[in-house]
């Protein structure tokens, strides 16, 4: 078992940064491919951006390219994911996933390849 707990969300005013944190424990960070999903009111919850277990490989939805930058500290047990240039569109209750990868350059874009969730962490970008 992996337990995830978001957080750094907040109030931002368009075109502001926050940055959000995922803090893993139970089982060692380093064994699972991480990734990041949102849902907005009335949305079904998206794919953001994606991480290796190694933190050599990355992967973002189109929207976020250039804006956003997901890291991992394994040492820390820690995922973040930094929001630069930030949109009233990207406003939404922000997820950390785990999954169990063999690969450790895999990344995974699909939320039914990921086994844990986070309780997940509010952004609002204000216009």
């Known amino acids: 078992q992996v337990q995830l707990v978001e957080s750094g969300g907040g109030l931002v005013q368009a075109g502001g940064s926050l940055r959000v944190s995922c803090a893993a424990s139970g089982r060692t960070v380093s064994n699972y491919g991480m990734g990041w999903f949102r849902q907005a009111p009335g949305k079904e919850r998206e794919f953001v951006a994606a991480i290796s277990r190694n933190g050599g490989n990355t992967y973002y939805t189109d929207s976020v390219k250039g804006r956003f930058t997901i890291s991992r500290d394994n040492a820390e047990n820690t995922v973040y994911l930094q929001m630069n240039s930030l949109k009233p569109e990207d406003t939404a209750v922000y997820y950390c996933?785990?999954?169990?990868?063999?690969?450790?350059?895999?990344?995974?874009?699909?939320?039914?390849?990921?086994?844990?969730w986070g309780q997940g962490t509010q952004v609002t970008v204000s216009s």
């Open positions: 996933a785990a999954r169990r990868s063999l690969t450790v350059g895999a990344v995974a874009a699909l939320s039914s390849d990921y086994d844990y």
